[in-house]
């Protein structure tokens, strides 16, 4: 978790790198492609890497080996394109991957696992996350619009748009307010669940289906309608929902605050600073074991100081986060059992597909009622993050996809299977624009051999088709005009054909 405020992003940089797959039946044919790339550059260097790159990935050649670059410009391109074929020159190496975009895997995770989705809690949140996204994607931009429709219809509600997007012209002050907006209790909905939905709807535009899921804290909510247990999920569906959510929120908030509590993340593993804890006078609570390196510490105000200066004595790196909430402690279940309620009316059915609980570390029970019971209990008991990586991991998953903002859970998930095989890419980090980092993300699932429709990338774009030398036709733009000149060739032979049988019915015309 973090929390660090910054100022607000410059605007969206829009399509500021082409994403470039290239496949062949083995790595020499690969090199090969390789060179025909360049030798493409080095023919037409002002060639629009859109129409490039559409051209590679879509309707182009696939195999047993492939490669996938993120590119900013051609120059960016051709660099990558010469440090690709001498890392694929070294037999030794059995990944090829370089962080700024290069990515090859002569052993790829694809075949071998299973893929899970995993969906980031509070803490995600941050201001003009996705914007770049919710601008060039119509369904990033329809889920926020969906949720602005509700603020607009329900007295008291903020539309969700003004306060993850607010005007960078504003006033520091006024931003910071709005900033702290997201924190509240009863907008959970608006500053989690929304991003996180907005993103799993764009994943599945690009064909990614997961074989298993999970939610940290909050995020068991996306996780809930990703898993089909919601019923059939639609704008209705998904509107009354987000709703009905925000007003159990608001009941439960309006039974009161609860105990006041500190939350700080730490910097150690768990037991080390429940042993710390276990010396103080007072509730204090290790609400959250996120990975080896790091835990989430919920302390009654009155032992708060005295738990700092033992984390200090420690050497232990903490840091404060903007909420205090007694989250998944026992100290929250009078705000929890306001929620029994809500999910009797809202989990229809066992999931579709395997959902893990990470208050058990284990798939959800299999029976309804049981199920129901563990989707409000679960505030009341730890997050046990590591432990259920841990099983999903034994489980066969081997690739881990973050369905959310910031990037956080894809850390943890490295640090918990750290010199094991698996990938761990998120769909958003801060460090990058939206867009760059789709490209990576997308990127490497190819790499690995995840099979992604990449045509929406170009959506709207108008790509043109780029002739690669090699005779092939891989464009939509080039299919298009083959069909249609051979549709207006079938057009005038019919027309002939009548024209003859007219001549042939009526030899002395018509009168």
Known sequence: MSSESQQPEAAPTGWDTELFIVSAEDIGALGGRLRQVEALLSREPSVDLKDLAHTLNVGGEEGAATLAIVAGSAADLVAKLEQARELLADPDRDRR??????????????????????????GSQYQYMLADLRDLFPQVRHVFELADDLGAKHEGWVAPSEYIFPSPDLPEHERAALEARMWRVTEVAGAVMLP?????????DFGLRPDALAGHSAGEYTALAACGSLGPVTDESMAAFIADLREAHEEAAGRGPGQEVSIFAVGAPASSVKDLLANLAGGAYVAMDNCPHQCVAVLDVDCAEEALAAFTREGLVCQRLPFDRPYHTPLFEDYALGFEGFFARWIKALPEVPLY?????????????????????????????????????ADGVRIFVEVGPRGNLTAFVDEVLRGLPHLAVAADVRSRSGVTQLHHMLGLLAAHHVLVDLAPLYAGRSPRSVDLGDGRVSTMAEHFDRMTKLLDEEREAMRAYFAR???????????
């Open 97 to 122: 991957q370089d962080a700024r975009g290069i990515y090859y895997f002569r052993r790829p995770l694809g075949p071998e696992g299973t893929m899970a989705f995993l969906f980031p809690g509070e």
């Open 196 to 204: 996180n939905f907005a993103l799993l709807r764009l994943l599945e």
């Open 501 to 511: 049988r007219a001549a042939l019915d009526h030899p002395g015309g018509s009168d």
């Open 357 to 393: 609980s990470c208050a058990t570390a284990a798939k959800v029970p299999n029976d309804l009622d049981e199920f129901r019971r563990l989707a409000w209990r679960q505030w009341t008991m730890p997050v046990r993050f590591q432990e259920t990586v841990e099983v999903m991991y």
